[in-house]
């Protein structure tokens, strides 16, 4: 097991009891793991120059102890690309502990706390398997696709004229077959601003149209992907983990994000649009916000 | 019609919209600041937090449930949800 290839951002939540579960995290991970890298964000915040060299060949983890996600907004004012994000309260959920209110932490923090440094271990030692092509997906990702477009306020927003399905939730299923593969529209990336993690669904996990299928996150917010389809997860973007711009530079092709089995289809067709009446729905909803900024 | 639609029908016809447990919410505030839509709306009075803007509410979305630790953050049953959209749908085209 090594650390090498990676540096460790916890938030600086000193004053939060989540944040200091995070404190407890990092250094558990830190002591097991003593190549792994600890940046501090006091230090990236105010002398950012002093990690670039890390940042440039780290494979960065975060750990966000609230809301804020401080930890993810230095790493994005760091430039650098995040590997793995982790986040305190999804921990909380997950490991179903009761962290004590106090700054100490407690057994039920440090439970979180131990199952965080678990986390970033086994992240660590996994093996990343080969970046074997899958069939079709190379082709796909190079196909042209001619595009409806609109022009709103500053931005030139893209819908593919055929062969996509849309939820008005500006999630994308095109269908191959049995399988669909499933994204994002250009109007939420471009919404969404610079995107930096993207979390993917687990493969396996069956997943009902409107359902949560990953989420992805900006220094500006936190969104959902909700799927277009019914389905089972059958495999996920790899690429993403290590290029989520995919999804702002290409959201219709080298942006997909899972694939799905997909299990009613025909049903799950009554609630999509297809291209034309997206597009139109898009504009709408992209005149409103920016009528509402005005 | 509604200005504010989903699938066609008129947004305020859908009860999509976070309930809070005020048992298990600590005002924290983190779903208020993590919103982008306003659905929530800060108070003097007991209740410092409430939802206010119940149509701003994105249909489906649930992400600030994610933010909520003490889980005080509920939403309708997606599937009763999506049978409503449907059969209010079909009742428009029959019109």
Sequence with gaps: MSGSEFALLPCNGLDKSLGQITRAAALNACTALPELELLCPMVCSQDPGRYKESAEKKKLIVIDGCGTRCATKTAAALQAGIALKLYVPDVVKSTGSRPEASLEPGPGGLKVAGEISRLIMSHCSEKKSEKATEAGIEDWNRRELDFLEAMVDKFVLKVPKEGYLFNENDCW???RGSTALIGISDYL???????????HPDPGKEISQFDEAGDFESSKSVLQVISPVSGVVVRINEALKEHPELLNEDPYRRGW???????QLEEDRELLLESEAYFKNMIDKAQREIAGRH | MSESTFMGVPRERIPWYPVIDYTKCNFCMECDKFCPHKVFERNEG???LVVKNKENCVVFCRACAKTCEPDALSFPNKQETTALIKQIRKEEEAK
């Design chain 1, 257 to 263: 994000i899972a694939e799905l089995r997909l299990t």
């Design chain 1, 189 to 199: 990336q471009t919404r969404a601003g610079d995107i930096m993690y993207v979390g």
């Design chain 2, 46 to 48: 007991e209740r410092k």
């Design chain 1, 173 to 175: 299923a095109f269908v």
